[in-house]
């Protein structure tokens, strides 16, 4: 079974600029989550959705959304980037047997300059 | 939220047992306690998960204490690729937010 992919894996943009990142979960996993992670702040929660459907958000600002598709594919948008948006955006899925175990992708590394 | 303690790090011979403890003492009756790795570069992986039973699978063994406050994570014979950030984390059935400390840095030598 093919893992949790994430596109691209690398990206550098500068400040004001907006960029979108996407998230394949595993087939069959209808849960994916999102993840920043900087040296400073570790891994923290950005938003988890279900079936099309946001059921859970951490504490960031609107400059950052997500979507969910019918697929289960996700993608994430952060606008008007700001430098301490530089970070490692992970991604994971889960599935309803395992449910509490997410599977996380290689994350996109984004530099903002 | 439960907070967890954990040593910042820990080395351990290859081939030798690797014992990661964690101290979660207020932990909730509803969490489990889940552990995962992140070698360098590479997002997150799961490795076990327990309510209050010792559990085991082919990664690693997990030990709860009797009263959950604390928990140990054993990797029976180390290897060098297990070298990796080690995180326990609670987690509540059906929440799906993972919230890592700053984890166990353990280094295998050879």
């Known amino acids: 079974k093919a893992g949790v992919t994430q596109t691209p894996r690398y990206l550098i943009k500068t400040r004001g600029q907006q960029v979108t990142l996407s998230c394949s979960p595993i087939?069959?996993?209808?849960?994916v989550s999102w993840y920043q992670q900087t040296p400073g702040q570790g891994l923290q929660f950005l938003f988890e959705?279900?079936?099309?459907?946001?059921?859970n958000k951490g504490n960031f600002p609107g400059r950052f959304s997500g979507r969910q598709f019918s697929n289960s594919r996700s993608e994430m948008n952060v606008s008007t980037l700001e430098l301490g948006d530089s970070a490692l955006y992970l991604c994971?899925?889960?599935?309803?047997?395992?449910?509490?175990?997410?599977?996380f992708g290689p994350g996109t590394r984004l530099t903002v300059l | 939220d439960a907070k967890t303690t954990q040593p910042p790090s820990m080395d351990c011979a290859e081939g030798r047992a690797a014992n990661l403890p964690c101290n979660h003492s207020?932990?909730?009756?509803?969490?489990?306690v889940y552990w995962y790795r992140q070698i360098h570069s590479q997002g997150p992986q799961y490795i076990i998960h327990?309510?209050?039973n010792n559990e085991t699978n082919e990664m690693a063994s997990l030990i709860i204490t009797e009263d959950r406050k604390s928990s140990t994570l054993i990797l029976p014979h180390a290897t060098l690729r297990d070298t990796a950030v080690y995180y326990c984390?609670?987690?509540?059935?059906?929440?799906?937010?993972?919230?890592f400390g700053q984890g166990t840095t353990l280094q295998v030598k050879p």
């Open positions: 994971a899925s889960r599935g309803a047997i395992s449910y509490n175990e997410q599977f």
């Open positions: 087939s069959g996993h209808r849960s």
């Open positions: 959705y279900f079936s099309e459907t946001q059921r």
């Open positions: 207020t932990i909730s009756g509803n969490e489990y």
């Open positions: 327990g309510l209050k």
């Open positions: 984390t609670p987690l509540a059935s059906n929440t799906g937010k993972l919230i």
